[in-house]
């Protein structure tokens, strides 16, 4: 389900879940639903968001007697699915990346909309997986580079970590983490920036060009589209994290990702 718990009037309210409706209602409008002003795609329920709900109920819904509310699988929702305007914009990356601040996502909105041209990451699939993998492995693009200090990767020589200092230095930076002084080597070929240069390494944390396409540099070298487009959720999170960690939060990322991009 897209939300996991009801929004609006008596719902449990929560924060994910709320952003969800809100954006989503922003999304569907029509001539037969309309909006006085856009709902601030906020998570905070109140008299607006209720007001929506009831609204939308009435007139697409039908409902006689609306109740504000919107109960994941109920009615409501599947109307509100049906109708919301497909696609990737300001709304809609709100609510896949429902940890993040609206500045950001409107920041990478803007870098995503070249980018994954740019890597073939070009249907609705290939987006909503390749959102769903860096939505978790950066909590909603708010991390750029992993909390732990890189010591464990001190000495690692099969990620060319030879020189003391290496594992720290260079530590897993971008959406999805570029780690260990040889995938900084062959990712600063790639974009002609020796990011062996002693400070240089952290423009791939710093700098969200580099943050987002160092991961869709790595999602294009590790051919992922092809698993993308055979909705192979679990093969994706191994060749992303070596494993199956966050798998179930990978799939919560997955499913919004889904509702507001595939029909």
Do not use: C
Not at 3 to 21: A, W, Y
Not at 71 to 81: A, E, M, Q, V, W
Not at 164 to 181: N, P, S
């Amino acid at each position: 389900m897209a939300i996991l718990q009801s929004v609006g009037q008596k719902g449990k309210n929560q924060k994910i879940d709320v952003k969800i409706i809100q954006a989503a209602l922003n999304l569907a409008q029509s001539t037969h639903f309309k909006l006085k002003k856009r709902l601030v795609v906020d998570g905070e329920n109140g008299d607006k968001t209720i007001a929506a709900i009831e609204n939308f109920q009435k007139k697409i819904v039908k409902l006689q007697n609306p109740d504000g509310r919107v109960d994941p699988g109920g009615k409501t929702l599947r109307n509100i699915k049906k109708n919301i305007t497909k696609g990737l914009n300001q709304d809609s990356l709100m609510a896949i990346m429902a940890m993040g601040s609206a500045s950001v996502v409107k920041l990478y909105l803007s870098l995503l909309t070249t980018a994954l041209v740019k890597y073939q990451v070009n249907t609705p699939l290939r987006v909503a997986h390749f959102l769903a993998q860096v939505g978790h492995e950066s909590m909603s693009f708010v991390y750029t580079q992993e909390l732990a200090s890189g010591a464990a990767y001190e000495g690692r020589k099969d990620l060319g970590n030879v020189n003391k200092g290496d594992g720290v230095r260079f530590k897993g930076r971008g959406l999805i983490q570029l780690t260990g002084r040889d995938n900084y080597s062959n990712y600063g070929k790639y974009i002609k920036l020796d990011l062996l240069k002693l400070g240089n390494e952290q423009l791939v944390a710093t700098t969200p060009k580099y943050a987002l396409d160092v991961s869709l540099w790595f999602w294009d070298n590790r051919k992922l589209n092809k698993y993308a487009d055979n909705d192979e959720l679990k093969a994706i999170t191994r060749r992303v994290n070596g494993g199956y960690n966050g798998l179930d939060d990978r799939k919560q990322y997955l499913t919004r990702a889904k509702f507001f991009l595939i029909s």
